[in-house]
């Protein structure tokens, strides 16, 4: 089945260092791909989507590309802030077939940034 | 508020009881899923609802699970003589669609702890 692999945690950086966490996909379809992001004591909520490849999606400064050709979706930050310590999740979502609409989740990377 | 709620926000229960947790989606939204968080770990999916189609219960781990989802409104996942392995955090998003694209929205989550 499907299934997604981040990168283990956890990963602990200073202000204003880049940061990357690595996401690797196996789908049997064309998924759409997802990173969300769980603030200490918040929700779960969506931080950026991409919905076919070389598809690029950006939000709060983060980015990610997905490339279809190496069935990745790392994520990238070119400068963290104190206020991007969190969980970051990566996911993706079938593209059909009788699961459609599940999101599959990659076990989580937790983000600590430091003054 | 317009957001997803569930409750209880914790529930404490002994061995071999059944519990209840209930989901109220954004309105409007068609699509409702259940998932389960164990600690450490990344989100799990149990079923997923569409309008009146057949739900997807391809990730409930056992008979012990079921769920119930009145049109496109409220959902309750049960859990029939609870394990301690079923101690968890179980979260339930909604969507406008079951699109491949569309943002699923998650709820604060029902903390449950299994004695």
């Known amino acids: 089945g499907d299934s997604v692999t981040q990168m283990e945690g956890p990963v602990t950086l200073s202000e204003e260092a880049f940061l990357t966490i690595n996401c690797t996909y196996t789908?049997?379809?064309?998924?759409?791909l997802f990173w969300y992001v769980q603030y200490p004591g918040e929700g779960l909520q969506l931080l950026l989507k991409a919905t076919k490849a070389d598809d690029k999606g950006s939000n709060k400064g983060f980015e990610a590309t997905y490339r279809k050709e190496t069935t990745s979706f790392h994520l990238e930050k070119g400068s963290v802030q104190v206020s991007d310590s969190a969980v970051y999740f990566c996911?993706?979502?079938?593209?059909?077939?009788?699961?459609?609409?599940?999101?599959?989740f990659g076990q989580g990377t937790i983000l600590t940034v430091h003054p | 508020g317009a957001g997803v709620s569930q409750s209880p926000s914790n529930k404490v229960t002994e061995k071999g009881k059944d519990v209840e947790l209930r989901c109220d989606p954004i309105s409007g939204h068609t699509a409702l899923y259940w998932y389960r968080q164990r600690l450490g770990q990344g989100l799990e999916f149990l079923i997923y609802?569409?309008?009146?189609?057949?739900?997807?219960k391809s990730g409930l781990p056992s008979d012990r699970f079921s769920a119930e989802r009145t049109g496109e409104s409220v959902s309750t996942l049960t859990i029939q003589r609870t394990q301690q392995e079923d101690s968890a955090v179980y979260l339930c998003a909604s969507s406008s669609s079951g699109g491949r694209g569309s943002e699923q929205f998650f709820g604060p989550g029902t903390r449950l702890t299994v004695l």
């Open positions: 996911a993706l979502r079938e593209a059909g077939g009788t699961s459609y609409g599940k999101l599959t």
């Open positions: 789908a049997t379809g064309y998924p759409s």
């Open positions: 609802f569409q309008g009146n189609s057949a739900p997807d």
